[in-house]
Every structure is written in structure tokens, then in C-alpha cells.
């Protein structure tokens, strides 16, 4: 007879906890499923406050490498004297302060966005040093006049950056 009493104790507390286990189950869902949309809700929170600063970012962006562009940076830094070297440090060090004035712009752009406009600056540093290497540069005036006419035809980084910009900024909308 005990082990009647057993069985029976056993037919009980089957059916409880078949329905403990799926309770557990559904609540556990239920509450992943709660904090989900809580993190949903306060990313789209963020999202408003962080969206603006992002595309001021993309903006100065745009703006520094619009600034290095060889064929504007020519146009506004006009050289001091005749050395070639003077005026191809005075350039680089444009570049480079424009660089340091919009570094902090990367924590708002993607990596890819970032290194893109780093391969952009020293390209164009790249380019201005290999000109001013040439043999038939002895003048900074002749100096400009082979870096714009170099750039006359052909896609200079900066604008292949700025595609790259424009493209990402597409893509936040």
C-alpha cells in the first residue's frame, strides 16, 4: 500500500511540475524579451541625441578634405619665397594641422571611414613630397604648377575619400 501512496504522491506532483518548468520557461522568455525592447527603446533614445553629432562629424570631415585637396590647397597657400622646400614643408604642415584639428572626428565615423581619410592625407603628402623630388622642380611657383597640373586630370585622394564619406553618410538614412 505504501507504494501506492508513493505513485499516487509522484501522479500529483507530476502535472506541478510540468507546469513550474513551462512556466519558468515562458517567464524567461518573456523577461529576455522585455529587456530587449528596453534596449531597443533606449538605443533609439541615444540614437536622436548621437545621429546629430555623428553628421557634424561627417561634416568636418567633408570640410578637411575639401581644405587638403591639392588643387585647393595650392589655390590658398600661396609659398613665402622661391625655396621648394620650404614651400613643400609649409604644405605638408597645412595638411597636417588641418589633420590634428579634425582628429577627434573619428570617434563618430566608422573605422573603415576613418582610415580612408587617413590613406587620403597621406597620399596627398605622399604626392607633394614625390613632386618636389622631381628634378625639374626648382622653384616653389614650379612646384605648384606640376602639382596642379598632375591633379588637372586625374581623381585626387581626397575626392576619392569624400565619395567614400558621402556613401557612408547615405547609408545612415
Known amino acids: 500500500m505504501e507504494i501506492y501512496q508513493i505513485i499516487a504522491y509522484f501522479a500529483y506532483l507530476l502535472p506541478a511540475i510540468v507546469v ?3 512556466a519558468y520557461y515562458f ?8 529587456e530587449g525592447r528596453r534596449r531597443f527603446l533606449v ?11 555623428r553628421l557634424q562629424a561627417y561634416e568636418r ?11 585647393k590647397l595650392l589655390l590658398r597657400v600661396k609659398p613665402f619665397s622661391d625655396a621648394v622646400q620650404q614651400y613643400e614643408n609649409l604644405l605638408i604642415q ?3 594641422n588641418e589633420f590634428e584639428h579634425n582628429i577627434a572626428q573619428q570617434i563618430y565615423v566608422s ?3 576613418w582610415n580612408t581619410v587617413t590613406a587620403a592625407k597621406n597620399a596627398t603628402a605622399q604626392l607633394i613630397r614625390k613632386t618636389a ?30 565619395a567614400y564619406v558621402k556613401q557612408e553618410v547615405k547609408e545612415l538614412f
Open 20 to 22: 513550474g518548468i513551462v
Open 27 to 34: 517567464f524567461k522568455g518573456h523577461i529576455q524579451n522585455e
Open 43 to 53: 538605443q533609439k533614445e541615444a540614437q536622436k541625441q548621437v545621429l546629430p553629432l
Open 61 to 71: 570631415i567633408t570640410l578637411f578634405l575639401e581644405r587638403i585637396d591639392p588643387k
Open 94 to 96: 597645412n595638411i597636417d
Open 111 to 113: 573605422e573603415d571611414c
Open 133 to 162: 623630388m622631381n628634378e625639374k622642380v626648382d622653384t616653389a611657383d614650379k612646384l605648384r604648377e606640376m602639382l596642379l597640373n598632375h591633379f588637372m586630370g586625374e581623381v585626387t585622394p581626397s575626392q576619392k575619400a569624400l
